[in-house]
């Protein structure tokens, strides 16, 4: 079976105490660089052998090397700056993440994180997959209002730039030996809420147009795309310290989001947050729909029962050959993680291939 498989994972895992620890002294100066990488390298060596043990096929590097999910990939493009976040803000936590700022020209420069994906590669019997932030993240958050006007007094060249630069960066996964890529996309799921929206009016943006200005600008990103590269995309309404920023339907989404040239779907209903399935009867033939639905929020443990039955509901809108499932999202966007310990982590993991198999068979 091809990506995204039956029992999948979105990508990011629990730090373990001990690379939390080290970062911490990294950023002190009491770490070299070279002494945090073996440390990191060691961490990522033993979440691989977890996540085969388990039987994923499916295998990451649990975003270790990164900070953020997003973030250590955008500020390594040229043009790219960060600063605070204004909004929305994420619930019950003083933390926030910063947001992605264009202040010239966006370029792909240099290789980014081609290195961290080969050694992820030469270290699995697996399917090395590796995330990156999608397209939008460079717009989403701070809209019209965080894109230099200097650098693009119309916005129709910042999509331009910031499509040929994915292309070169998709480019490169490739060359490398990448067969299966996420882009990670809160946008789709963000624009599903009016308070979001009202918020991207503020910005400058009209939010009515920005899911298809998004999907055509992941389409151009992904023109020409390398052959054997399968590439699938995440969206939810957030995932830090195991709070969330949005919340509603897919439904005034979901036809434009669908449009993007994408092999499958990764989406959010772990809870009502994200609505019914219903705007999964939008859903082209030839594309699958990963159901986000054991959440990685909380420790507590999906009944088996209930993931079963909630598989056969999708099932009224998506034939079930065209339904996988997995964990609503990563298990630590930021380094420090959701309020979940390892035992649960694995655990839910653990449930989603069993009922997996349950669901699709012993191969799943």
Known sequence: MTAPFRADQVGSLLRPPELIAARQRWRRGELSDADLAQREDAAILAAIGKQESI???????????????????????????????????FGGTEQQPPIATVTAPVRYGAPIMIEQFRFLKASTRGTAKWTIP???????????????????????????????????????????GCTYLQLDDVGFAYLGDEKFRESCRRNGDDPAMLPRRYADTINAALRDRPAGLTVTMHTCHGNFQSSWATEGSYEPVA???????????????????????????????????????????????????????????????????????????????????????QEDQWRKLELVVRVARKVWGPEA
């Open 55 to 89: 039987g994923l096929r499916a295998i990451t590097d649990g975003e270790f090397r990164r900070e953020w999910w997003h973030l250590d990939f955008l500020r390594q493009l040229e043009g790219v700056t960060l600063r605070e976040n204004p909004g929305p803000k």
């Open 134 to 176: 999608s397209p939008s993240m460079l717009h989403l958050r701070g809209g019209r209002a965080a894109i230099s006007r200097q650098a693009y007094p119309d916005l129709q060249p910042f999509w331009d730039d910031v499509a040929a630069a994915y292309q070169q960066a998709i480019a490169a996964f490739a060359a490398a």
């Open 255 to 341: 036809e434009a989001m669908f449009q993007s040239d994408v092999d499958g779907f990764f989406m959010e209903f772990d809870t009502a947050r994200s609505g019914t399935f219903e705007p999964l009867r939008l859903l082209p033939r030839n594309k699958k729909v990963v159901l986000g639905l054991v959440t990685t929020k909380t420790g507590q443990i999906e009944s088996e029962d209930e993931l079963t039955r909630r598989i056969d509901e999708a099932a009224r809108f998506v034939p079930l050959e065209s339904l996988c499932l997995s964990p609503q999202c990563g298990f630590s966007s930021h380094e420090t993680g959701n309020k979940l310990s």
